[in-house]
């Protein structure tokens, strides 16, 4: 079974700090897909990045970053310079890759940012 | 425009009632799900559609019953509301064997 653990259930910082967020999962599938999805207080889910799992180039884009260890089993993500717009709930989530029909997604149990100006 | 857009976006309902939330999406996307998000903010898969055919069928009560008239729509019908039905229930969608789910602004169902 795939599991998804976000061992940090809140952070906060003073804007303007580096915020990063691990997670760490588990699955038997030698290919799968790892994602961040952000919530902030208006409730909606946000895509932000998907990572293959053969695939453990690291990548930055714009304030965010994420850093995939497969070694590890983890895919922590970075807000570089945070702002207080950033603030939200943040999942991390895994699927199986290549099925015919059907991936679901199983996420984390999230992890609250709280930026204060 | 809207990609997945789920109506209504409040429901608050007494116990016993029947009610429905419709799901639609623009994105082209031929796979479409229902998730489930209690109050301490878990989500998990309810349900998974690929091309109007039940794909995924997570343990949920025979009360819940999605319905897809078209791969662009998915809608849940629940049965006999119960408090623990409580929750925020989000619409999503994707391509086959990508796994990026698009999601729809939630609907917040509060059973009283």
């Known amino acids: 079974a795939q599991k998804v653990t976000q061992a940090q259930t809140e952070i906060s910082v003073v804007e303007k700090e580096d915020v990063t967020l691990d997670c760490v999962y588990e699955t038997r599938d030698t290919t799968y897909y790892l994602f961040w999805y952000k919530q902030p207080p208006s409730g909606e889910l946000v895509f932000l990045i998907r990572?293959?799992?053969?695939?453990?180039q690291n990548e930055i884009s714009g304030r965010y970053s994420w850093n995939f260890q497969k070694s590890t089993s983890s895919f922590n993500f970075t807000i570089t310079a945070s702002q207080v717009v950033d603030s939200a709930v943040y999942f991390c989530a895994l699927s199986e890759a290549f099925k015919a029909a059907g991936n679901k997604l199983t996420f984390g149990g999230g992890t609250r940012v709280l930026v204060k100006p | 425009d809207t990609a997945v857009s789920q109506t209504p976006k409040y429901l608050v309902t007494q116990m016993g009632n029947d009610k429905s939330i419709k799901c639609e999406q623009n994105?082209?996307?031929?796979?479409m799900y229902w998730y489930k998000q209690d109050s301490k903010k878990f989500l998990k898969i309810m349900f998974s559609y690929n091309n109007k055919e039940l794909i995924i069928n997570e343990t949920v009560p025979n009360r819940f019953s999605p319905k897809s008239p078209d791969k662009a729509h998915l809608n849940l019908h629940i049965n006999s509301l119960e408090l623990g039905d409580s929750a925020v229930y989000f619409c999503?969608?994707?391509?086959?064997?990508?796994?990026?789910?698009?999601f729809g602004q939630g609907t917040r169902l509060t059973v009283v």
């Open positions: 999503a969608s994707s391509t086959t064997g990508v796994g990026e789910a698009f």
């Open positions: 994105l082209g996307h031929d796979t």
């Open positions: 990572r293959n799992s053969f695939d453990e």
